[in-house]
């Protein structure tokens, strides 16, 4: 094994606590580890041939459920799975990796444990599931349409991104969710006359006709219908849950989505049981016109209760027949986290929608690692908006072809540590018709998939941060290890960034592990000094 010495002053470092400026000095003369990244360098090694299985090793459920889970498993196919100490009502399939059937009456932990056997060797993982009230016991995962389909998503779409996500291997690493968001619906003819002018711009090469947009919203029953870009919505689910995958859908409390589409109001119980019928397993209820509704609501109920308009949704999901997962979208207005917990709802949105100025990644990550941290545990989630990677459409053109990101390489690799380090809902938004060899590297980092769905969903810590030089965050996972993220916030130049092992509550040495690179780095004495390109980031597992 390398060791790395930073000279007797740098161990002395550990046992007296010094100041950085002493540590740093101390370190001219030791090795400095470059962590520069190329010009869309895929740092992320192929995946392995042996059997190596990941995801999250606790998972809750509520009882009598319908379950459905793949087992996350990178490795060279075909491959045999099978499960020790399977709960009664599950069943695997054996050649797949999927678990499906009915989650256990009683409440209570069921330890399991993987087992996935190919013609390169064997791997087994432990998994444990947990019969009770919570679900998302770690951030959920997946890919959502808005950013990358917009106005044109549709049915061939989702099924192409269910394919995409097993084949190009981001269910093998535990992505589990494919989302639909808005204009999935239809609006009916005075909807469609009285869209505003901002929607009439932004959906200008949009065909309402072609695509059956336009129609009754509702039938005879009061269950809402889908445009023509849907002609089968269970079918679709089925074919997505054959994957082993779940299916999200999206909807707002109001009339009118923010595109002007089909809402819930009034029609909430018959929505949420029609979301459950077709098979969707997550809904994403964004305020949009429910804004207006809410403070009608306000301002002719003394002490209203803001959760009060948001629970009747988290009830009807609730008692489906299978686990529906709650991701509130009403801009951090209200302070979610602070009351949609006690309703039942999974993950909060802390702000508006990132797509609109991507490069404020790293504010919304840091008022989850700052003000926020407390509210981020198993079950319930601060969520910072998609990872908007890649390919995007221009919400003012949202018919027209997607477009790059303003976001260079290092910055790329910048937004997935983050999302990764502060247990945010780790869910991506983009073109995934026309995802690329790099955006794949970047997502597929089984590494990095894993510290983020780490059982302790501790929320990393700022340990320093200069938003002109350099930032440095620490989390914790369940096996005692800690993982170290170093930030350079200059845009323009290279920076050698030196952390102590002091300022981070350890001592003397401990054994590194490059995150993106998967590459044992060696034992490292008194605390390590990278170079980082601007914008670079490096992510370290550190263990004694």
């Given at each position: ?223 809402i219908l889908p445009n023509g870009k849907f002609p089968d919505m269970k079918a679709m689910c089925d074919y997505i849950h054959s994957k082993g995958l779940k299916a999200g859908i999206y909807c707002t409390p109001g009339p009118r989505t923010c595109q002007g589409w089909a809402g819930s109001y ?70 979610p986290w602070t009351w949609a917990p006690s309703i039942g709802i999974q993950s909060w949105r802390i702000g508006g929608d990132l797509n609109h100025h991507v490069e404020n990644y790293f504010i919304n990550a840091l008022r989850i690692a700052g003000p926020l941290r407390e509210y981020s545990k198993p079950g319930q989630w601060n969520d910072p908006d998609f990872m908007y990677i890649h390919r995007i459409k221009n919400v ?149």
């Amino acid at each position: 094994m390398k060791r790395r010495t930073f000279t007797m002053l740098a161990l002395a470092a550990c046992i007296a606590v010094p100041t950085f400026a002493s540590f740093a000095a101390a370190n001219d003369s030791g090795d400095v580890y470059d962590a520069r990244i190329g010009e869309k360098e895929i740092l992320t090694p192929p995946p392995p041939k042996a059997p190596r299985i990941n995801g999250p090793k606790v998972y809750g459920a509520r009882p009598g459920r319908i379950f459905l889970y793949r087992i996350p498993t990178q490795g060279v196919r075909p491959m045999r799975f099978a499960v020790e100490n399977l709960p009664d009502g599950l069943k695997l399939d054996a050649e797949n990796g999927i678990l499906t059937g009915t989650v256990p009456s009683q409440r209570g932990e069921y330890p399991m444990t993987f087992v996935a056997e190919n013609a390169y060797g064997k791997a087994q993982r432990p998994f444990k599931l947990v019969v009770g009230d919570t679900i998302a016991l770690t951030p959920p995962t997946g890919w959502n349409s808005w950013g990358g389909h917009m106005v044109d998503v549709s049915d061939a779409i989702m099924r192409k991104a269910a394919d995409i996500f097993v084949e190009r291997g981001l269910a093998d690493v535990g992505f589990q969710y494919v989302g639909i968001d808005d204009c999935w619906m239809r609006l009916n003819q005075e909807m469609y006359d009285t869209r505003t002018p901002g929607q009439i711009k932004k959906h200008a090469a949009y065909d309402y006709e072609s695509t059956g947009t336009i129609g009754p919203i509702r039938d005879e029953y009061g269950r809402i219908l889908p445009n023509g870009k849907f002609p089968d919505m269970k079918a679709m689910c089925d074919y997505i849950h054959s994957k082993g995958l779940k299916a999200g859908i999206y909807c707002t409390p109001g009339p009118r989505t923010c595109q002007g589409w089909a809402g819930s109001y009034g029609h909430e119980r018959a929505d949420a049981d029609r979301f459950a019928e077709w098979g969707f397993d997550l809904l994403k209820y964004d305020q949009c016109s429910g804004g207006k509704v809410l403070a009608q609501l306000r301002a002719r109920i003394p002490g209203y209760q803001v959760k009060d308009f948001w629970k009747p949704m988290s009830d009807y999901l609730r008692v489906q027949d299978r686990d529906i997962l709650f991701n509130l979208c009403q801009y951090g207005q209200d302070d979610p986290w602070t009351w949609a917990p006690s309703i039942g709802i999974q993950s909060w949105r802390i702000g508006g929608d990132l797509n609109h100025h991507v490069e404020n990644y790293f504010i919304n990550a840091l008022r989850i690692a700052g003000p926020l941290r407390e509210y981020s545990k198993p079950g319930q989630w601060n969520d910072p908006d998609f990872m908007y990677i890649h390919r995007i459409k221009n919400v003012g053109r949202m018919a027209e072809p997607s477009e790059e990101i303003p976001l260079d390489t290092n910055q790329r690799y910048q937004y997935v540590t983050l999302w990764s380090i502060i247990a945010a809902p780790f869910f991506f938004s983009c073109d995934i018709e026309n995802i690329d060899d790099f955006t794949i590297g970047l997502l597929t980092n089984a590494d990095v998939v894993n510290i983020n769905q780490d059982e302790l969903g501790h929320v990393a810590e700022i340990v320093r941060n200069d938003d002109k030089t350099e930032t440095v965050m620490l989390k914790k996972l369940a096996d005692g290890s800690k993982v170290l993220a170093v930030f350079n916030r200059d845009a323009q130049q290279e920076r050698t960034i030196t952390v102590s092992w002091g300022e981070i509550g350890e001592c003397c040495e401990l054994e590194v592990f490059d995150v993106w690179r998967q590459k044992p780095l060696g034992t490292y004495k008194g605390g390590i000094s990278v170079l980082l390109s601007p914008n670079g980031v490096a992510l370290f597992r550190l263990t004694n």
